[in-house]
């Protein structure tokens, strides 16, 4: 008989749903939420009324997609944390009226480990022990994978997420959020004109707040001179900043493999979904000798198949969740 696990992931904006059928994802369903463009960042009581909204449409599809019902599930997984406390509460809640209703076991899931077993949502695998280079809106982490359950963070952000940097920059040049994939697409088309100091951090630790500190007084100091400054040199700020984050993020795994002498290389979180980050990390692979890997799109950003995988070899083991589970805002990995 097959083991079908319905995941459940709100630990930011995206409420999404999806049915692993035997570790393979049969459907992976996302609702973003567009409502919190108007506000630049992610306003916490409006995402949860929009998780409590989302929620059983999308687990309806998720099902629906899969061409199953309710009774074939095997187990409920859902993100436990790390996340905004009134997110995480709505798909804790759910996920466990839903498997009490069903008599089913619940699984709680990590999200930052979900993120790094996204790269066992589809072939070719990694083998352990691998590096994976987790970098989202909310962290920034170098994890050692030493197999689908204990991961080690090496180093991580002592200040702002890379994602954050992104979206930060972005709030400074007028666009919408979330500005990683807008930023992404102006460098496109743009120069590395600008020179942004690189943040001076010990070990295998990151750091991103002076980068938009200097950001910001680079453009004020900028607009006095000419008040049409960012509209003329959006590509090129964009190019210049992302290098940098880049930059910063190949120097330090870099450091993480010489230090580790491991050269099975992963990228995973959303920021992995940017372009010159996942270009730069192909052609450090090849300079190195590593082997790289990085997920589809789809399973970059938040998503419920990753905690799916996740609950999936959770299930195997049998690791099941008490019904009196609460959420849980900071939750590291180790
Ligand atoms: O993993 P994720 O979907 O949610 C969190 O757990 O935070 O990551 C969202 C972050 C946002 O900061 C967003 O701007 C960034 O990922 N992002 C990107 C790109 N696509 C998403 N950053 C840079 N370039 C992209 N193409
Ligand atoms: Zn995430």
């Known amino acids: 008989m097959s083991v079908n696990i319905l995941a459940i992931e709100s630990s930011c904006d995206d409420t999404s749903a999806a049915i692993v059928q035997d570790g393979s994802v049969l459907s992976n369903v996302v609702a973003n939420q567009e409502v919190h463009k108007k506000y630049g960042g992610v306003v916490p009581e409006v995402a949860s009324r929009a998780h409590q909204e989302n929620i059983i449409p999308v687990v309806d599809v998720a099902l629906k997609e899969a061409g199953l019902a309710a009774g074939d599930l095997s187990a409920v997984a859902f993100t436990r944390g790390p996340g905004l406390i009134g997110s995480l509460i709505v798909g804790v809640s759910f996920a466990k009226g839903l498997a009490m209703s069903l008599g089913i076991p619940l699984i709680e899931v990590n999200h930052m480990k979900a993120h790094v077993l996204a790269h066992f949502a589809e072939p070719p695998y990694p083998s352990f022990p691998f ?39 972005g709030k400074l040049l007028g666009l919408d959020y979330p500005a990683g994939p807008l930023i992404d697409r102006y460098a496109q088309q743009g120069q590395l004109v600008f020179d942004f100091p690189e943040p001076q951090v010990d070990g295998l630790n990151f750091s991103f707040s002076g ?16 008040p049409d400054f960012i509209q003329k040199n959006l590509a090129d700020i964009c190019a210049s900043v992302q290098h940098r984050i880049v930059q910063v993020l190949i120097k330090k795994l870099i450091l993480a493999t010489d230090e580790y002498k491991i050269t099975q290389v992963a990228l995973a979180g959303g920021v992995s979904a940017n372009s010159e980050l996942r270009s730069t990390l192909e052609q450090t692979g090849k300079e190195r000798g590593w082997t790289t890997f990085i997920p589809q799109f789809e399973y970059c950003t938040d998503n419920a198949a990753m905690v799916g995988i996740a609950g999936y070899y959770k299930y195997l083991k049998k690791e099941f969740t008490e019904q009196d589970i609460a959420p849980k805002a900071r939750w590291q990995i180790g």
């Open 131 to 169: 590096l994976c280079l987790t970098v989202s809106g909310g962290h920034t982490q170098i994890v050692l994978v030493k197999d689908h359950f204990s991961m080690e963070v090496l180093g991580q952000t002592i200040d702002d997420a890379a994602g954050e940097a992104f979206d930060k920059t």
């Open 211 to 226: 980068l938009k500190t200097s950001i910001l007084y680079f453009l004020k100091r900028s607009i006095k001179e000419d």
